[in-house]
């Protein structure tokens, strides 16, 4: 089992920038590769960006490309969405989840986090 809390999330003015973390904990974090996710209301699940347990496998969604970067740090048991530049269109609850490889696919992932909600303003 593993356990996955989201934090970072809040509210800002279109052209800014937060920064997501998820810190793991259960079983062994540098064993799963890691995912971010996104949902709006009356929307399946939005794959954002995801990376491999070593870190050399690296996918993003077309639309945050060049303005999301995803990083962890196995040492520490946390995975990072870094967002710059964001737009409304941005706007969702973002989930990190844990699976046993990087993929775009929601349903090949075991775990999730609760979500944390991120809202971009015009």
């Known amino acids: 089992q593993v356990q996955l809390v989201e934090s970072g999330g809040g509210s800002v003015q279109a052209g800014g920038s937060l920064r997501l973390s998820c810190a793991a904990s259960?079983?062994?974090?540098?064993?799963?590769?890691m995912g971010w996710f996104r949902r709006t209301p009356g929307k399946e699940r939005e794959f954002v960006a995801a990376?491999?347990?070593?870190?050399?496998?690296?996918y993003y969604a077309d639309s945050v490309k060049g303005r999301f970067t995803i990083s962890r740090d196995n040492a520490k048991n946390t995975v990072h969405l870094q967002m710059n530049s964001l737009k409304p269109e941005d706007t969702a609850v973002y989930y990190c989840a844990a699976g046993p490889a990087a993929t775009i696919a929601s349903t090949l992932y075991d775990y999730w986090g609760q979500g944390t909600q991120v809202t971009v303003s015009s």
């Open positions: 990376t491999s347990w070593r870190g050399d496998t690296i």
């Open positions: 259960g079983r062994t974090f540098s064993a799963y590769a």
